[in-house]
Every structure is written in C-alpha cells, then in structure tokens.
C-alpha cells in the first residue's frame, strides 16, 4: 500500500484520496469574491425595486457581506461562500431579507431572482476555463499519486455541471475520474457523503485519505472512518483556521508518496 510522507515524515498507508475542490486544489477567491459582490449588487437593486427603504439597504449590503464572508482584502476562507453548497448560500440570503421586513415565501424569492441576475452577469462576463485555476503544485502531487496507484476522487459542494468544467478545463478527467457534488445525496458535510464517494471508488474510508481546507470536510471524514486527515491552507490570501486535522499542508511540494512495490514493479516491466 502506497505510504504518504509529509515534509519527510511517513503518516500513513492509503489507496486513495479524497479531495476538497475550492481553495484546496483550485484557486477560487477570486471567483468567489466576484460572484458575491455581483449578488450583493443585484439584491441592492432589487430592494431598491421593492420599495426597501435606504436603512434596509444598507443593513442588506452590510449583512449580506457579513454572512457571505466578504471582506475588504478577500474572502474569509471559513465564510458561506467559501464552504457552503449554492443552496445553502441561498437560504443564507433568504434569512437576510426575511429578517428585515419581509415574509419567508417573498425572501426566497427574492433571493432566487438575486442568484438568477448574478449567475448572468457571470456568465457573460467569464469563460468556464478562465476560471477556478489549479493551486500551484496540484498537477505535480496528482500525478505522483497517479503513478503510485492511488485513487483520487473530489468531494465538493459545488454543483456536477460545476465539477466537470473544473476537471475538464484543467485536463483532471483521467488523474480524478471519480467525484461526489451537492447533487449527490447526502452532501457533504454528511459523513455518508464520504462512504458514498469510497463505494463509488472502490475503498474502505480507512484506506484514504481526505485533504481539504475547512473544519466540516475534516470532521466529516473523521467521522466517516477515514484514515488520514489533512488540512490546506494555501488557497486563500487568508489562511483558513482549522481544528480538526492531523496534518497541515502548507505547500503541495510538502507532500510525497513511496508507491506500493508491485507498482514500482509493473512500471519496470513494462
């Protein structure tokens, strides 16, 4: 069984690893901080149309960047926006609106409206390769695993649409064939989500190894019975603060892997 070392250091034998997608494999602040000042903008203007006075307003954009994890050097790695699926940020925004004068079913609508002119804009203004490019070193560990016969798979909030133009932009569809999105049922950060992906795979939990960049994903897998826990935190321009990991990866050229023998073998013969 392949043996994973951090900076040196042997941490243990897995056939497999689970990835985290946004800020641990991909570079999505940028993204990130543009789709939620997009959405910021069109609920400012949609109030505006809904008669919410200038004191709604401003307690609107102010809450929603609050909520969202919007900050003035970026965003907050451990915010709705960062961690959370499309859905999630959506009743997010709902919550907001229902809390300044407004009846839950009209929150929600709202809020739908608020994605829909965000999600146009976007899209107009963004091709799907430009975006959500590789974090430095990802190529190279992807395929150091590959080589050793490791199984990588993604676990990701984000949408299956989302995920293949992720992997299919930067040529990931052969290094992680497999994945798990919000679209799955259950999504993470369900524990379930984690057995679902290692079915999918192949594996038992406790012959892999999840990397992420937020405390849900590293619980989720601690308690799914994963072998190896890793957090990331090069993927914001402000490291995310986590509790739940074993190890910490500052830098993908921090981690190695010795392959099995009998790969090693395989790859002579031929």
Known sequence: MPELLLKGVPIGNIKGILFDKDGTLSNSERELLTLGRLRIQKAIELAIEKDFNPAQVKKLSSWLSLAY???????????????????????????????????????????????????????????????????????????????????????????????????????????????????????????AAVVGICNIIGLPPNECALIGDADSDLKMAREAGVAITMGYVAGWSTPPTLTAHQHLIHNWNELTVEPNPKVLDNIGAT
Request: hydrophobic share 40%; charged share 20%.
């Open 69 to 191: 994890g919007i900050t003035p050097t970026g965003v907050n790695p451990n915010g709705i926006i960062a961690v959370a699926s499309r859905n999630q940020n959506l009743l997010c925004t709902a919550t907001v609106i229902s809390l300044l004068r407004t009846s839950w079913p009209n929150a929600l609508e709202l809020a739908k409206e608020i994605f829909q002119a965000a999600d146009l804009i976007e899209e107009k203004a963004h091709s799907s390769f430009a975006r959500r490019p590789l974090l430095p070193g990802v190529s190279h560990i992807l395929q150091k695993f590959q080589r050793a016969g490791i199984k990588c798979a993604l676990i990701s909030n984000d949408t299956c649409s989302g995920i293949k133009n992720f992997l299919e932009s930067n040529n990931l569809q052969e290094s992680i064939p497999d994945f798990w999105s919000a679209e799955h049922h259950p999504a993470k950060p369900d524990p």
